[in-house]
């Protein structure tokens, strides 16, 4: 199965840590976003890579969130001193140059901060 | 931000009946997504529509852009308890690359 994968599938952290989650996109595709979902809600656009490119941050981005692509293959989301408002379901999505809309998700890392 | 709004947030029916899922917005989109999202997964992309009018057929899943390319509908034929979950649709924004997605419906289908 060549699809997005993201890793950890889960994770559970007290207030004040830092935690990285990992995404690989799907091989072919050069863009790659970075989505949040809490419950009852629709995803939300956090972030989009273009290759290694950081090209958009959504103002939900604190200075507390940082994302990279190092040589446009797999990126990671970094959250620096988690507060319990970032519990939420953190989802990547890649998609190609010709059909940017068409974006095909990861399974998640489901946040937890206690 | 263009927003998407769908109805009915919550739908439950019995196994066989059919069904139909709304997502409207004042916006005009250039596409529209729509979405299956089990519980603890990621969505899973269904279909993309592109013209106004345009219909899909994904087996017993038939997708209606409308005319105008604001509106979208999601019909279910016959629905089977595996068609349980959370559909999503999304539509592009004006940023040329992010989704917008509205709050889903969820549907359950009980044998």
């Known amino acids: 199965d060549t699809g997005v994968s993201q890793d950890p599938r889960h994770k559970i952290t007290k207030r004040g840590q830092n935690v990285t989650f990992r995404c690989d996109p799907i091989?072919?595709?050069?863009?790659l976003y970075w989505y949040r979902q809490t419950l009852g809600q629709g995803p939300e656009f956090l972030t989009y890579?273009?290759?290694?490119?950081?090209?958009?941050k959504s103002r939900l981005l604190s200075d507390r969130f940082s994302a990279e692509r190092p040589k446009g293959s797999f990126s990671t989301l970094e959250i620096q001193r988690t507060e319990q408002g970032d519990s939420a379901m953190y989802l990547c999505?890649?998609?190609?140059?010709?059909?940017?809309?068409?974006?095909?998700f990861g399974p998640g890392t489901r946040l937890t901060v206690t | 931000t263009q927003l998407l709004e769908q109805s009915p947030q919550f739908l439950s029916i019995q196994e066989g009946e059919n069904l139909t899922v709304y997502c409207n917005s004042s916006?005009?989109?250039?596409?529209l997504q729509w979405y299956r999202q089990e519980p603890g997964e990621g969505p899973v992309l269904l279909v993309t529509?592109?013209?106004?009018?345009e219909v899909k057929k994904l087996k017993r899943l038939t997708f209606q852009f409308g005319d105008a390319r604001k509106d979208s509908s999601l019909h279910i034929t016959a629905a089977q308890p595996g068609d349980t979950g959370l559909y999503l649709c999304?539509?592009?924004?004006?940023?040329?690359?992010?989704?917008?997605f509205g709050k889903g419906t969820s549907l359950l289908v009980t044998p």
């Open positions: 999505a890649s998609s190609e140059t010709g059909t940017v809309y068409e974006q095909y």
């Open positions: 091989s072919e595709h050069n863009r």
């Open positions: 890579f273009q290759n290694e490119a950081q090209l958009e």
């Open positions: 916006s005009v989109f250039s596409s």
């Open positions: 529509v592109v013209t106004g009018g």
């Open positions: 999304a539509g592009d924004s004006n940023s040329g690359y992010a989704l917008n």
